[in-house]
């Protein structure tokens, strides 16, 4: 099993510039995540999805939309890029609730500069 | 509403020192409780959990026990490594979250000189 994988690892766009990062899991796992991280800050929730075909906004989603159409697939998009928006962004995976664990599994992460 | 606390770093020690790194949390209900672990360029990988207070978590000689009655899940190793130099991420579970949503701390980066 591959896990969690992100494509890309790396991208610079300029300031108004669009793109879609890819996450996609081999686990079978009906929830997904995307997360980003910036210094000191730790991990927040930008988007979730509880199943193919449906998403919900985390804590932080303004900028940001997304898709699950396959349920091994999640896909984070930048309409118009803004300098904010300069992070690294990490995909995440769990199973459905009633695991007892709510473990989350991570991708390697993808750290996109905004110019 | 849910949060962590955890203590800010950087923390720096030489390889054989114990280490603590503290955690505390607000919560409604009985959270389960994570530390994760981010080693340089890579994303967060799953270093111990505990479900329910009292359990003890533990994984490549790192432990941590769930505390209900101080709301701590404080982070120890008896003797650290150069290869244990990583950011750690202390979270917990989201009871009431309909996605498994899980809240982390603002992560605590740990240096280990040899």
């Known amino acids: 099993n591959a896990g969690v994988t992100q494509t890309p690892k790396f991208r610079v766009l300029k300031t108004g510039q669009s793109m879609t990062l890819l996450c996609a899991q081999d686990?079978?796992?009906?929830?997904m995540y995307w997360y980003r991280q910036d210094p000191g800050m730790g991990l927040r929730l930008i988007h979730y999805s509880v199943g193919e075909g449906t998403t919900a906004k985390g804590e932080v989603p303004d900028g940001y939309n997304v898709s699950r159409l396959k349920k091994q697939n999640f896909l984070l998009g930048l309409e118009s890029a803004a300098p904010s928006q300069t992070s690294v962004y990490f995909c995440?995976?769990?199973?459905?609730?009633?695991?007892?664990?709510?473990?989350?599994?991570f991708g390697p992460g993808t750290r996109l500069t905004v110019t | 509403g849910n949060s962590v606390t955890q203590m800010e770093g950087p923390v720096t020690l030489s390889e054989e020192a114990f280490l603590t790194i503290n955690c505390t949390y607000t919560?409604?209900?009985?959270?389960?409780l994570f530390w994760y672990v981010q080693y340089p360029g890579e994303g967060l990988q799953l270093l111990l959990k505990?479900?329910?207070?009292?359990d003890k978590g533990s994984n490549k000689g790192f432990e941590a026990t769930y505390r209900k009655e101080t709301t701590s899940f404080h982070l120890e190793k008896g003797s650290v490594q150069v290869s244990d130099s990583a950011v750690y991420f202390c979270?917990?579970?989201?009871?009431?979250?309909?996605?498994?949503?899980?809240?982390f701390g603002s992560g605590t980066r740990l240096s280990i000189r040899p």
């Open positions: 979270a917990l579970s989201d009871l009431y979250s309909s996605a498994s949503k899980i809240i």
């Open positions: 505990a479900t329910k207070a009292d």
């Open positions: 995440a995976s769990s199973h459905h609730r009633t695991s007892e664990t709510y473990e989350q599994y």
């Open positions: 919560a409604t209900g009985y959270p389960s």
């Open positions: 686990m079978n796992h009906e929830y």
